[in-house]
């Protein structure tokens, strides 16, 4: 009876219920049921904000495919609230939010705050920079993660990868641009280190969140934009309003961003560290995946479905223009602040011994069997 009632007990306790959300609407959620092991230990509740809009596709796939896989690897203990910025109306207020630790965590891009700390803006993508495969490696193995923290510490953030998009398209024109005349006065947007480089060519570069991007083009605030790819600006619209769609040179590797409240991170014990690790790297790799496949699907598609989307690259002078600012942009950068220069010459160097293995594995690969064709 005495064994009974202790097991009638335990149970009572394991029968605890914790809510994680599981679905992508801000509100949702399930009820999971916490083992007896974990019903003795702590819990973690946090609170992410992100800037995209409520079941945003991909993007807000990756978020909840974290915080689910790190309620399911810590047992129910680590119950994660998602606010879309339809909750919080704060789409590019995220790193100030986990800053003030008015939210935990967040997801977003690095580039978004260049404007707050410069030195951000090297840690999603750079124009004529590295792929996604050479960026994983700089940012896990060569030294870019590193340098990450570097710039965030000092704000009480760390910033984790937080998905890639993968090579981004240059962007939706309502016209053809021939040469770097027709990018003066061009009101585009288009964020980060691409945005300076616009500025540099004669063009009107600024940011707008995705939720705001369609009316932005349609009623004539901007002319051109630049979102991700066929994985997300198809369903977007953009075409209906922009029938260029120019290739890429400026994003070739996007990736997203987890922000972590410094404080916060710093009073988790070692296992729900590392529980959180592994399930924003998984996420983030997932996203990267994800992402190749809807690129992939939706391009497909485009002869098919959207006959009128004209499809162009840059000419060659207008990209040299282009390249040329970018590299004048660099310099000044790297004489003006010394971890700037840092982080430049880290990439750079990178890029060099990584661009030189991916030439002689994928580019010759792709050229022996385009041969073979
Ligand atoms: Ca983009």
Same mark, same amino acid.
């Given at each position: 009876?005495?064994?009974?009632?202790?097991?009638?007990?335990?149970? %009572?306790?394991?029968?605890?219920?914790?809510?994680? =959300?599981?679905?992508?609407?801000?509100?949702?959620?399930?009820?999971?049921?916490?083992?007896?092991?974990?019903?003795? +230990?702590?819990?973690?509740?946090?609170?992410?904000?992100?800037?995209?809009?409520? *079941?945003?596709?991909? #993007?807000?796939?990756?978020?909840?495919?974290?915080?689910? $896989?790190?309620?399911?690897?810590?047992?129910?203990?680590?119950?994660?609230?998602?606010?879309?910025?339809?909750?919080?109306?704060?789409?590019?207020?995220? #790193?100030?939010?986990?800053?003030?630790?008015?939210?935990?965590?967040?997801?977003?891009?690095?580039?978004?705050? +260049?404007?707050?700390?410069?030195?951000?803006?090297?840690?999603?993508?750079?124009?004529?920079?590295?792929?996604?495969?050479?960026?994983?490696?700089?940012?896990?193995?060569?030294?870019?993660?590193?340098?990450?923290? *570097?710039?965030?510490?000092?704000?009480?953030?760390?910033?984790?990868?937080?998905?890639?998009?993968?090579?981004?398209?240059?962007?939706?024109?309502? *016209?053809?641009?021939?040469?770097?005349?027709?990018?003066?006065?061009?009101?585009?947007?288009?964020?980060? #280190?691409?945005?300076?480089?616009?500025?540099?060519?004669?063009?009107?570069?600024?940011?707008?969140?995705?939720?705001? =991007?369609?009316?932005?083009?349609?009623?004539?605030?901007?002319?051109?934009?630049?979102?991700?790819?066929?994985?997300?600006?198809?369903? $977007?619209?953009?075409? +209906?309003?922009?029938?260029?769609?120019?290739?890429?040179?400026?994003?070739?590797?996007?990736?997203?961003?987890?922000?972590?409240?410094?404080?916060?991170?710093?009073?988790?014990? %070692?296992?729900?560290?590392?529980?959180?690790?592994?399930?924003?790297?998984?996420?983030?790799?997932?996203?990267?995946?994800?992402?190749?496949?809807?690129?992939?699907?939706?391009?497909?598609?485009? *002869?098919?479905?959207?006959?009128?989307?004209?499809?162009?690259? #840059?000419?060659?002078?207008?990209?040299?223009? $282009?390249?040329? %600012?970018?590299?004048?942009?660099?310099?000044?950068?790297? &004489? &003006?602040?010394?971890?700037?220069?840092?982080?430049?010459?880290?990439?750079?160097?990178?890029?060099?011994?990584?661009?030189?293995?991916? +030439?002689?594995?994928?580019?010759?690969?792709?050229?022996?069997?385009?041969?073979?064709?």
């Amino acid at each position: 009876m005495k064994a009974i009632l202790k097991q009638g007990a335990t149970l %009572a306790t394991a029968l605890l219920t914790v809510t994680t =959300l599981t679905g992508c609407g801000e509100n949702s959620s399930t009820q999971q049921t916490v083992s007896p092991a974990a019903a003795e +230990k702590e819990s973690y509740n946090l609170r992410l904000a992100h800037t995209w809009p409520t *079941k945003f596709p991909i #993007f807000g796939d990756a978020i909840h495919n974290m915080a689910t $896989m790190a309620s399911k690897m810590s047992d129910g203990r680590i119950n994660i609230t998602i606010d879309s910025k339809n909750k919080h109306k704060a789409p590019l207020g995220i #790193f100030d939010m986990v800053k003030s630790g008015q939210y935990d965590m967040g997801h977003s891009a690095s580039y978004y705050w +260049k404007g707050k700390v410069s030195n951000t803006l090297f840690f999603t993508t750079m124009p004529f920079g590295m792929t996604a495969p050479e960026q994983y490696a700089w940012r896990y193995y060569g030294g870019g993660q590193e340098l990450a923290e *570097k710039v965030y510490a000092p704000h009480n953030l760390i910033t984790f990868p937080g998905g890639n998009t993968g090579n981004q398209m240059g962007g939706w024109f309502q *016209k053809e641009i021939n040469t770097i005349e027709d990018l003066q006065g061009l009101k585009m947007r288009i964020p980060g #280190f691409a945005g300076e480089v616009l500025a540099k060519v004669g063009a009107k570069p600024t940011n707008i969140p995705a939720g705001e =991007l369609y009316t932005a083009l349609e009623r004539g605030t901007i002319d051109a934009l630049e979102w991700v790819g066929p994985s997300l600006d198809l369903r $977007m619209g953009f075409h +209906k309003i922009a029938p260029y769609y120019y290739t890429g040179w400026h994003e070739p590797a996007t990736e997203l961003q987890f922000l972590i409240n410094k404080e916060k991170w710093a009073s988790f014990p %070692a296992d729900i560290q590392e529980i959180l690790r592994v399930a924003m790297r998984t996420a983030a790799y997932d996203m990267y995946a994800q992402s190749q496949h809807e690129s992939a699907k939706n391009w497909a598609s485009i *002869k098919t479905e959207y006959p009128n989307i004209q499809v162009k690259s #840059f000419p060659t002078a207008v990209l040299q223009a $282009m390249k040329s %600012a970018n590299d004048t942009l660099i310099a000044e950068r790297s &004489a &003006a602040d010394p971890l700037a220069k840092e982080i430049i010459d880290s990439q750079a160097a990178y890029l060099s011994t990584a661009r030189a293995w991916t +030439k002689i594995s994928d580019q010759s690969y792709f050229q022996t069997v385009e041969a073979l064709k």
